[in-house]
């Protein structure tokens, strides 16, 4: 009986080991090639350029990312051509962005996105960006940058600061395919620029479905945000237009916006809709002059009305702007399909959205002066 038991558990022990002993399909790190970056762009014969970057994890090589690159008419095509000379096994699930140059994204980038939601491999929360000029050329301008950390994690940090202060939108891959496929709200991306001192987050890229026709500025992206109804957090700066620069060159006041109430409404009645959006903002002064008395209630109520009208006229802008170029990342389109779905069916709303009138009414009111109330 002793034998019986003592074959049994070396039988069992046998077999744990051959099929408990862990996953067969172990990936060495130092084999390893974890794609931080994609960058996608069109050569100068029009092919699609596809480049990446790599962590260098061995301690005899000086440099911190490798970049490769190649040319195909397929991502996954390219992935394989660089796959033959990385020497390593290349993944790309901690993908951090994925840069689309601006003249590509112009053209459209529905297709090259397709690939992404494919695979439960892919990073379907990395970012997306638009660059003004090649990624290529800024990966390899990055190698420069000896104050920076890798280029991957110094452009994660940017946008991530950035959109603390919504100078920019919080695209990742799955909200621009869910928003491109929706037909009612445009998406948006980040809006990026480099040289050879750094690179720079500059606002916002609009699109129109999946091609890119416009872009915003770091604060009337704020502004942008405000008429999403979403929360904010910007910067907004004030001048009079009559008003003089002080001895030591100051001139203007700085104003932090926090909080935003926002309501949207439609006048259907005529022939054309339209839509009046009030926006109420709750700031705190963060630097003026001393031009402005802001202990004086008069003085401050003026102070709140004229940056209300300043403000007023940037959101009109926004609104024309983005009726020009027939972007609608507000969602114009969605309120009016679920809330006025009858209307919605009875017009097109891509041929009657730039024939809108728009009408911005705003109210600030500054609750704190900071610490010296």
């Not at 480099?194 to 604060?219: H, N, Q, W």
């Not at 009726?323 to 399909?337: L, N, T, V, Y």
Request: with cysteine; net charge negative.
């Amino acid at each position: 009986m002793n034998k019986v038991y003592k074959l049994f558990f070396l039988l069992t022990a046998l077999l744990s080991m051959s099929f408990l002993s862990g996953c067969w399909d172990q990936k060495i790190f130092e084999r390893t090639g974890f794609i931080l970056q994609l960058g996608l762009e069109l050569d100068e014969k029009n092919d699609l350029l596809y480049s990446l970057t790599m962590p260098v994890v061995e301690e005899e090589i000086e440099q911190k990312i490798e970049i490769l690159s190649t040319t195909a008419p397929l991502l996954r095509e390219a992935r394989d051509e660089i796959r033959n000379t990385a020497g390593k096994r290349i993944e790309g699930g901690k993908t951090q962005q994925i840069h689309f140059s601006r003249e590509l994204a112009e053209r459209g980038v529905e297709d090259l996105l397709d690939v992404f939601i494919r695979s439960s491999e892919n990073p379907i929360l990395a970012n997306v960006t638009v660059v003004e000029g090649s990624p290529l050329e800024m990966f390899e301008i990055s190698l420069g940058y000896k104050d920076k950390t890798r280029v991957a994690f110094y452009i994660t940090n940017l946008i991530d600061d950035a959109r603390k202060r919504t100078a920019t939108s919080d695209t990742r891959i799955y909200d621009f395919t869910i928003l491109q496929k929706s037909g009612t709200i445009d998406p948006t991306a980040v809006h990026i620029r480099y040289d050879e001192k750094g690179i720079e987050i500059i606002g916002t890229a609009l699109f129109k479905g999946d091609k890119m026709v416009g872009s915003l500025d770091s604060v009337k992206s704020g502004l942008l945000y405000a008429l999403m109804g979403k929360k904010i957090n910007f910067s907004y700066f004030y001048r009079d237009t009559d008003e003089h620069t002080s001895e030591s060159g100051k001139k203007g006041i700085a104003l932090s916006f926090k909080k935003v109430r926002r309501k949207i409404e439609f006048d259907l009645t005529g022939d054309i809709p339209k839509i009046n959006v009030s926006l109420n903002f709750s700031s705190a002064l963060s630097e003026y002059d001393s031009k402005h008395h802001l202990d004086d209630m008069k003085s401050k109520k003026e102070i709140e009305e004229k940056v209300a009208s300043a403000v007023k006229k940037d959101c009109e802008e926004i609104l024309s702007y983005m009726q020009k170029i027939g972007s609608d990342p507000i969602g114009f389109a969605e309120i009016a399909r679920s809330k006025h779905n009858s209307y919605y069916k009875s017009v097109d709303w891509r041929k009657i959205y730039p024939e809108i009138e728009f009408k911005a009414d705003v109210k600030v009111a500054i609750e704190s002066q900071g610490a010296i109330n």
